[in-house]
């Protein structure tokens, strides 16, 4: 029997209880839904497999994080959009993060000639569990922090290993070891930007854990208060001067930060995220939410700035006195890894949780593992085990929240009642489940707060002049077509809710309500394409159908290159609009273009074989409803229609067994037994005749027409009372029907002789 050392034991004993703890608080996550952006996940053809994505022009870009997309395409190879396998990836991910935690930081003890494994465990189960990382693991596109930083310290105890004090590692393994570091950083940038600042701190590890030994006066004048503070100023003048003056080379992100806020302007608020947000989370992690909705102030206006700077400030002096190398470290790591979303690149959001994903795990963790290693023993296992319990409890119960969208989108509405987003994405997750009365209530909710939220959120007063003064900029008149980002962001703010709340006022058939929604989002953008499709169908429902129609016809002429499937919806509206006024031919016209755009459009199918059917083009209608029952085979007008094309040919035997599906699909219909009943009728099967005309009958007793036709049955079967019965029956006769039964009860008494 093998046996183990203590000190393998013991290692293999924290290794399993990170593991096992990690699963078990994020184990609710596993059964998360795809949420918001999460979209493109499932929609976009190449994240459909690893070979689609190596096939498109841009999965080599780093600016478009190749290595995140390509496990995104491994996923959905490996078992196409179901979303329990992109969760188990995150979470995999997360404990691959809490182990590297806790080897790098005994690597590092290992480094100083130190040994235990209590305070590396603390630090790996404090990030492990800690309730601001749920934002980075329960969602899936977070996965880019995940991955940054799993690579980002992956490398870094490579770097380690490569100064291990008790062998002389030969230059030969160095060799592959170095390689090995650059491929980490490499993967950690192109999972995502934040893993630039990797090399820096690779420095900044060897400095605290490696150059102390190599060079040991050198360490002790930089541990020094003055000379360690003075350092870090020049570095940051100069780093300060740099990015400003240096615009030609620094990363400009796809988000529209710079338009909206500047780049000064965006760093000098992000002080007062870092401490009255990101800090405040970390220590009193209540209240998360997916849109913090904090908002934009400068130091002018708002004090709490220049308070969150001197707090700022004196926790570095502080630390500096202290001297201690694994505080100094993380709060280096806490500042930096910070640094490319909360300093001079400004991002759309002013404070987003995943960002704290990096640099909590050895930064705000680290620091804190040393401030529970001070306490004594007995004092730091009671801590601990109420910490713990209390961070796995709040991120299990977290997790809950995003299980679904409209438990996620409740929650943020909840604790965040004034801004829109979180209202319109509500409103967004009731409108799919059908609730429309929910739905208009956080729309009305998500338009009544846009004002104030445009106005905090960015610091624009006046959002409609902005964007008329963005139009003017640009020198063009159609806002649809502007090229400027922060425009667009801020377009997106305002029209969707409007557009939203329209859409839903439409369903509802509050007809006045929604045009005058759907005006104000035309008010906003002129080149909103899907409230002109949405206004069009509030003219129709209202009969104004040369406005309806005058409005579509706009639409698509402006669009007319457009293959977007909005753009076929538009061209189906069109062809149902000249439908009802009598143009055929255009309508056929439109629904055909409409079906080159989007060959899956089923109600342009029917619809064109319902044109063609009316038109007597009976193979086309054909062929156009066999199309819909391809991509719908239970879709009932098509099976209805399709049987009656069938029985226009004379196909009577084909008419009836697509009568009798039609029947299986619906149920009882008087009008599927009456049209049964009619095909027997034609092929002088009168029994059957009878039975179906029967049915309808008793579905439908004052149908006089189908008492006619069951007359006619039960005469040529020789019942001619029961004939008489139903056509004495018929009650209130038009002046043909009244004809066609007394030419029958005729035919049935013979001639009669009258008296004088």
Known sequence: MLVLPSKTKNLLGCVTLLILISMLTYFNSLKGSFQFDDAHLINSQWLLNTDAFFDHPLSAEIGRRPVLNWTFALNNQLARHKVFGFHLFNLALHIGVTLLIFFIIGRAKYLLNKCGWV?????????????????????????????????????LYIFLNLFCPKKITPFTKKLPLSLLILAGIYLSVASKLIGATLPFMLAVWYWGFIGRKQYPNFHKAAMSNRSAFIGLTLVT??????????????????????????????????????????????????????????????????????????????????????????????????????????????????????RMYLPMSLGLS??????????????????LVVLLIALGATTAARNADWVSELSLWKDSATKNP????????????????GDLAQASYHFEKSVANIPRFVANQYNIQDPKGFLERRNKVAGKNDENKLKSPSSLKIMAELVEPHYNLASVYLDQGR???????????????????????????????????????????????????????????????????????????????????????????????????????????????????????????????????????????????????????????????????????????????????????????????????VRIYLAEALASLGHKEKAKEHLQAASNPNPAQSAAINKMMLSLTGPQNTTP
């Not at 620091?367 to 009671?382: D, E, F, N, S, Y």
């Not at 004034?418 to 009731?430: D, I, L, M």
Request: hydrophobic letters at 45%; aromatic letters at 14%; glycine letters at 6%.
């Open 119 to 155: 305070f590396p465990l603390t630090t790996a189960l404090l990030f492990s569990l800690h309730p601001l990382n749920t934002d980075s693991v329960s969602y899936i596109s977070s996965r880019s922090s995940l991955l940054a930083t799993f690579f980002y310290l992956l490398t």
């Open 237 to 354: 003048i100069i780093s300060t001067g740099v990015i400003i003056f240096g615009d030609s080379w620094i990363h400009i992100p796809f988000d529209q930060g710079f338009e909206l806020f500047g780049r000064a302007p965006y760093f000098i608020v992000q002080l007062k995220v870092i401490v009255f947000y990101y800090l405040k989370l970390f220590y009193f992690p209540f209240n998360l939410n997916v849109d913090s909705g904090f908002p934009f102030s400068s130091a002018m206006t708002d004090p709490a700035i220049i308070f969150s700077g001197l707090i700022i400030l004196a926790s570095i002096l502080a630390i500096l006195k202290w001297r201690n190398v694994w505080v100094v470290v993380g709060a280096i790591w806490f500042f930096i890894t910070l640094a490319p979303t909360s300093s001079f690149i400004p991002l759309n959001d002013l404070a987003v949780e995943h």
């Open 366 to 383: 680290l620091v804190a593992g040393v401030g529970i290693k001070t306490l004594p023993m007995l004092w730091r296992l009671r801590l």
């Open 418 to 433: 004034f801004s829109p987003r979180p209202h319109n994405n509500a409103g967004k997750a009731y409108y799919e489940k």
């Open 511 to 705: 007809l006045d309500e929604a045009e005058e929604e759907y005006l104000k989002t035309q008010a906003l953008r002129p080149g909103h394409f899907s409230s002109k499709i949405g206004l069009s169908s509030v003219y129709n429902q209202k009969g104004l159908y040369d406005q309806a129609v005058s409005l579509l016809e706009q639409a698509v002429q402006e669009n007319i290159t457009s293959s977007d499937p909005g753009f076929a919806l538009a061209r189906l509206n069109l062809g149902e609009l000249y439908g009802k006024t009598g143009k055929i031919a255009d309508a056929i016209t439109e629904w055909e273009a409409a079906l080159k755009i989007d060959p899956s459009l089923l109600p342009a199918h029917f619809n064109l074989g319902t044109a063609y059917m009316m038109t007597g083009k009976l193979e086309s209608a054909e062929n156009a409803f066999k199309h819909c029952l391809k991509l719908n085979s239970r879709y009932e007008p098509a099976l209805f229609n399709l049987a009656k094309v069938y029985q226009m040919q004379e196909k009577w035997d084909e008419s009836t067994q697509l009568f009798k599906v039609f029947l299986e699909v619906t149920g009882p219909r008087p009008s599927a037994f009456t049209q049964i009943g009619f095909n027997f009728n034609r092929q002088s099967d009168w029994k059957n005749a009878q039975i179906y005309f029967e049915k309808s009958v008793s579905l439908q007793p004052d149908n006089i027409n």
